[in-house]
């Protein structure tokens, strides 16, 4: 499991790598727009986009029936931390799920939403 955890990370280096790690029926959620799509249809969104900027402190785990990577992209003057949860089944991904974070201060915002001052 270590070494698909692995793999998956390089694949964002070389988007047609991840082909070979899914399930031909794998899919993809991103939190970013709360909808499932194919690993084809993920992949060309990426494309589209111009790629991923080069990754910073990457990380992963084995979990009970997959792995999890985490690594921080940045964006500008923005800083988007990435959490992806991968389920597999007979060696190959299967579904995986995709948490994105922009840094912002937190407490601020919800202090604003709240409608108290700092103080």
């Given at each position: 499991?270590?070494?698909?955890?692995?793999?998956?990370?390089?694949?964002?280096?070389?988007?047609?790598?991840?082909?070979?790690?899914?399930?031909?029926?794998?899919?993809?959620?991103?939190?970013?727009?709360?909808?499932?799509?194919?690993v084809d249809t993920?992949?060309?969104?990426?494309?589209?986009?111009?790629?991923?900027?080069?990754?910073?402190?990457?990380?992963?785990?084995?979990?009970?029936?997959?792995?999890?990577?985490?690594?921080?992209?940045?964006?500008?003057?923005?800083?988007?931390?990435?959490?992806?949860?991968?389920?597999?089944?007979?060696?190959?991904?299967?579904?995986a799920e995709e948490?994105?974070?922009?840094?912002?201060?937190?407490?601020?915002?919800?202090?604003?939403?709240?409608?108290?001052?700092?103080?």
């Amino acid at each position: 499991m270590a070494e698909l955890a692995q793999a998956w990370l390089r694949a964002f280096d070389e988007l047609d790598s991840f082909r070979p790690l899914c399930h031909p029926d794998a899919r993809v959620w991103h939190s970013t727009d709360d909808a499932w799509v194919s690993v084809d249809t993920a992949i060309a969104n990426v494309r589209s986009g111009g790629g991923l900027p080069p990754r910073e402190r990457e990380s992963w785990r084995v979990t009970e029936d997959g792995f999890l990577v985490q690594f921080t992209l940045a964006l500008g003057s923005l800083r988007m931390h990435n959490t992806i949860l991968v389920r597999v089944r007979d060696g190959l991904a299967y579904e995986a799920e995709e948490y994105v974070g922009l840094e912002q201060d937190v407490r601020r915002l919800l202090m604003e939403e709240a409608g108290v001052t700092a103080g």
